[in-house]
């Protein structure tokens, strides 16, 4: 069973900060797909609860310097 949640992520500035914040949500292990909508300011993220959990995605966003809130 896949889970699948949006994050609110603010902070970032340009390409290079949206693609720090996916190669940071792809090296979790249990995350199965991320993708970060820079304009929009927000994660889509696709992980698997029994290897990881949303408080820590919302952590390793947070831990390379960004602002992130989980809306579902
Ligand atoms: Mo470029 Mo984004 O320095 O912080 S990575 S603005």
């Not at 699948?4 to 996916?22: D, F, K």
């Not at 929009?40 to 919302?58: G, H, M, S, W, Y």
């Amino acid at each position: 069973n896949l889970r699948r949640i949006q994050v609110g992520v603010t902070g970032m500035t340009c390409a290079a900060c949206s693609n720090s914040v996916e190669s940071a949500l792809r090296a979790l292990n249990g995350v199965v797909k991320a993708s970060v909508a820079l304009l929009q300011n927000k994660a889509d993220v696709t992980f698997d609860p029994t290897l990881v959990k949303d408080e820590d995605i919302r952590n390793a966003i947070e831990d390379i310097g960004f602002e992130a809130e989980l809306l579902s």
